[in-house]
């Protein structure tokens, strides 16, 4: 029996806290450890389409035709050049239109799960990941429909947790009306800066809120980390050597890992 796929959702509408980043760079390194992994591109900004090697300039299929139905996911699906066994939907500038356009369709917070249900009918991967862009819009609304989980990165920065309420709230409103077997699965701080009191300080409220739902691994700021995706690649496999590239590692074998149910609670913030 084929054990069934993770479906995982990175989100956080707070910008800037690494969320594409690590997107990329766990799924690299899960399959890097002989997983079959497929990334979604959901953010029109294409950045994890880029990190991944993937061909998402104006005109190449993407996510954008299969929410408007034109396509299905199978048909747009691009292998990593540099893993084998990692894919990638590309997500392209078109799909900034898609919020708006959206909103006319029937069904439209589903379109992305019907999409995956039809994929996943036919192909197996081990793992979706879900890059969603900074916002709660109906491009993100569409990855946690869709999703079991949800990875949710915090930058250990000031206001940290700031937003994180909403988003929060707004998953709390997904499980209840369109998605009840979706967990809060994982938090993720990244950007940590040892050489910071404060760094320390944000990462322990955090854990102090959120208790076991915390990696244990932080990702650290690192030079590497950002310099990757402009040589069309993950820092797992740019510098895998590098601060950056051994800590997520880890936290991909964390989430790996893991083991939750139905039932997960999260504290509000």
């Given amino acids: 029996m084929t054990p069934a796929t993770r479906i995982i959702t990175v989100a956080n509408q707070k910008g800037g806290v690494g969320k594409t980043t690590s997107t990329v760079n766990i799924a690299a390194a899960i399959a890097q450890a002989g997983h079959s992994v497929l990334v979604i591109d959901m953010d029109p ?11 998402h300039h104006e005109g190449v299929p993407s996510v954008y035709e299969v929410l408007s139905g034109d396509l299905a996911l199978v048909d747009i699906l691009q292998e990593c050049p540099d893993i084998p066994g990692l894919w990638t939907a590309p997500a392209t500038i078109d ?15 589903y379109r992305l799960a019907r999409a995956i249900d039809a994929l996943l009918a036919t192909r197996h991967f081990d793992y979706l990941f879900l890059d ?36 929060l709230r707004t998953i709390d409103m997904v499980r209840t009306h ?35 739902q915390v990696l244990d691994t932080v990702i650290p700021r690192s030079v590497r980390v950002s310099e ?19 800590a997520y590692r880890e936290a991909a074998a964390q989430v790996v890992s893991l083991v939750h149910n139905n039932t997960h609670s999260y504290p509000q913030t």
Avoid: K
């Avoid at 050489?195 to 300080?201: E, I, V």
């Fill in 45 to 55: 900004q294409g950045n994890a389409s880029t990190a991944l090697g993937a061909t």
């Fill in 95 to 109: 799909l900034a239109g898609a919020e708006i356009e959206l909103v006319a369709l029937v069904a439209r917070e």
């Fill in 132 to 167: 969603c862009p900074p916002s709660l819009g109906l491009l993100t609304l569409n990855g946690l429909v869709a999703a079991r989980e949800v990875l949710l990165p915090i930058q250990c920065e000031y206001y940290a947790l700031e937003g994180l309420s909403q988003l």
């Fill in 178 to 212: 369109l998605n009840p077997s979706l967990v809060v699965s994982a938090i993720l701080l990244t950007m940590y800066d040892g050489r910071t009191r404060l760094a320390s300080q944000v990462a322990n409220e955090v854990r102090t809120h959120f208790g076991a």
């Fill in 228 to 246: 990757a995706p402009s040589y069309g690649q993950s820092v797992v496999t740019y510098d895998p050597t590098s601060s950056g590239a051994l």
